[in-house]
């Protein structure tokens, strides 16, 4: 990998909770050793995040268990209503692009498992979310592709929480979602604007 690619995927860091001083510092540590590892939360990780903000630990350690289930769910619906997604010519053609996609929807799920932990519904960091559209636009990603997908994720794994966790808390996985859902939108309407011929 070349060191102008590494200095944009480290740029394209949109996870903002450690910057969050409404959080404790312990919990903003925590979270933020967690990121820097791209990894999820362990469960005593998730249970001590979770006592802080009243919320039920077990259906989110349930999501996180399951997030590649989750994800190939997305996988497998996302080619069967659009088989060409993967084919020459395809949005998600060659493989290692369709590749790419999945495991950036498991790190979106990801964190947005830690968001929700923390009660925080909105959750990102602007100077990575900035990074993260250069990074996409240098790399041609499909977005609007990419925006399915995350739709498609969101509603997969409110429908598990919900069978598994009564519900009771499900809005804040759906909110946290939905938050990296317009940031994946507003970076489809920045793509258009672009390409709009000048005047």
């Known amino acids: 990998m070349d060191t102008h690619l590494q200095h944009m995927i480290a740029k394209a860091r949109i996870?903002?909770?450690?910057?969050?001083?409404t959080l404790p510092i312990h919990l903003r540590s925590i979270i933020q050793s967690a990121d820097n590892e791209g990894r999820p939360l362990s469960e005593t990780e998730l249970q001590t995040i979770c006592q802080f903000s009243s919320i039920d630990s077990e259906p989110l350690?349930?999501?996180?268990?399951q997030a590649s289930t989750l994800v190939t769910a997305v996988k497998q619906k996302m080619l069967l209503e659009d088989p060409q997604l993967v084919k020459p010519g395809g949005a998600l053609y060659p493989e290692s692009?369709?590749?790419?996609?999945?495991?950036?929807?498991?790190?979106?799920l990801r964190i947005a498992v830690y968001a929700a932990a923390a009660d925080r519904t909105v959750f990102t960091h602007p100077p990575g979310v900035?990074?993260?559209?250069?990074l996409y636009r240098e790399l041609a990603v499909p977005i609007d592709s990419?925006?399915?997908?995350?739709?498609?994720?969101?509603e997969t794994a409110v429908a598990l929480y919900s069978s598994i966790g009564g519900g009771k808390d499900v809005w804040r996985l759906d909110a946290?979602?939905?938050?990296l859902e317009v940031m994946m939108n507003q970076f489809s309407n920045q793509t258009a604007m672009a390409e709009e011929p000048a005047p």
Request: hydrophobic share 50%; net charge neutral.
């Open 61 to 65: 350690f349930s999501i996180q268990e």
């Open 97 to 108: 692009r369709a590749e790419a996609c999945w495991r950036d929807c498991w790190h979106f």
């Open 15 to 21: 996870l903002g909770l450690a910057f969050d001083t």
């Open 146 to 154: 990419m925006a399915r997908a995350l739709s498609y994720l969101r």
């Open 176 to 179: 946290s979602m939905r938050h």
């Open 130 to 134: 900035v990074g993260l559209a250069e």
